[in-house]
């Protein structure tokens, strides 16, 4: 118990940001490296340490392929049973933060979990999986995925600055992305309110943005408060597809504070609180 708490207490120093240095005088910081610097890093083949941040469970992985982020793979039978558990023993796309560990850089990144395409490596794992860093993109688009994204920022301790400077409209992407990836953090760090959420993000399968009315962002540089039009298409547990049409309320203490999303509004109307 005593060695659990004081990995717990390190993974807490290290996302926030603080350098942690061995006896061997080597500093480990959680860096925030655009993928082109990581892609020289980590080459094709190249052995490496994954950690996801919310389970601090590690796991090692080969990098196979991939051009605009790194296809991998569990190293082992045994790496690929420890990714399951990290995955609640169920395959899948959601995306979460991590940290790669390779030699004495400890870099910030995110994986989804759901096997594809093909797979070289004796390993019980039927193809590859997916990590991204920031800047990398996926096949389809030139741009970065927002929730890969967003688990960059919170593997590196950047979440909360970057949804202190987003404009509205970000935020609620954001706070929209959290609810499809399942995660308390960004939903509670893009929320007016405190919630509850680890109940009812377990009843969201999906939820999408289908429609937004958007103003200039510049025009809104003195507004505290807003009501952003909006269609978003859900997938409930034991419910099933619904759409929700109306407004997201969000406001801000000053001009210079974050924009929050008003919670107990948005789910008591789509009937999730």
Known sequence: MKRVVIFLMLIHILLNGQGVKAASTISYKIEMLNWKEVNQILPKYTKFTVMDVETGRKFKVQRRA???????????????KVM????????????????????????AGSMHGMPHGAGALANSFPGHFCIHFYGSTTHRTNSMDLSHM???????????????????YEV????????????????????????????????VESVRISRMELL??????????????????????????????????????SPIDAWKVDSKDFLKENNLH
Request: avoid cysteine; glycine fraction near 8%; charged fraction near 25%.
């Open 150 to 168: 967003l688990m960059v920022l919170k593997a590196s301790g950047k979440l909360n600055q970057y949804l202190g400077k987003a404009n509205p």
């Open 66 to 80: 991939g051009s605009h982020h790194a296809d991998v793979q569990p190293l082992t039978t045994k790496d690929t």
């Open 172 to 203: 609620i992407n954001a706070y929209v992305a959290g609810l499809k990836q399942q995660d308390v953090q960004i939903t509670s760090q893009a929320s007016l309110q405190k919630i509850n959420w680890k109940p009812i993000l377990g009843n």
């Open 216 to 253: 200039p962002a510049e025009d809104l540089t003195e507004e505290i408060s807003l009501d952003v039009p909006i269609q978003i298409d859900w997938f409930i547990k034991n419910r099933g597809g619904q759409s929700f049409r109306g407004d997201i309320h969000l406001v801000r203490f």
């Open 84 to 107: 399951k558990r990290i995955y609640g023993g169920k395959w899948s796309w959601k995306r979460r933060a991590i940290i790669v560990i390779h030699k004495d850089q400890w870099i």
